[in-house]
């Protein structure tokens, strides 16, 4: 049995959180990149994710999240086509999946799947290591 330590940091893409980002970054084994597929806003700065999750933890194993809050977005609000997400994740080389929020009691098995999905994301950095 293997123990681990997730710890999880929501750097933000606001521009005064720029200088700190970096050092959240450097050291990463791999990378959670979320969007909200109701704020197409989110999905057009990706491209700016990935050159500033390269310069300061190379490349290490991400997968792309898309995330849709139905608690504050109606389902039908969907302003990125799944087939954009795909087409960008393919281009990246990376895995992506979705994540539909319609309670709040499913925040706990959001987190549950999101602790598997980070598993998943240490598997492919051994992989790369040729660790596994």
């Given at each position: 049995m293997v123990n681990c330590?997730?710890?999880?940091?929501?750097?933000?893409?606001?521009?005064?959180?720029?200088?700190?980002?970096?050092?959240?970054?450097?050291?990463?084994?791999?990378?959670?990149?979320?969007f909200n597929r109701g704020q197409h806003k989110t999905f057009k700065h990706m491209d700016n994710w990935f050159r500033e999750l390269d310069q300061n933890a190379g490349h290490v194993p991400r997968l792309l999240v898309a995330l849709l809050d139905a608690r504050t977005q109606p389902i039908d609000a969907v302003e990125v086509p799944r087939s954009e997400a795909e087409e960008l994740a393919l281009d990246y080389k990376m895995p992506y999946f979705e994540v539909t929020l319609q309670e709040e009691t499913q925040k706990d098995a959001y987190y549950q799947h999101l602790d598997a999905t980070y598993l998943k994301l240490i598997d492919m950095s051994l992989e790369k290591k040729g660790w596994s």
């Open positions: 330590r997730l710890q999880l940091w929501d750097v933000s893409a606001q521009p005064h959180f720029g200088s700190v980002r970096p050092l959240f970054i450097q050291g990463s084994t791999g990378a959670l990149l979320f």
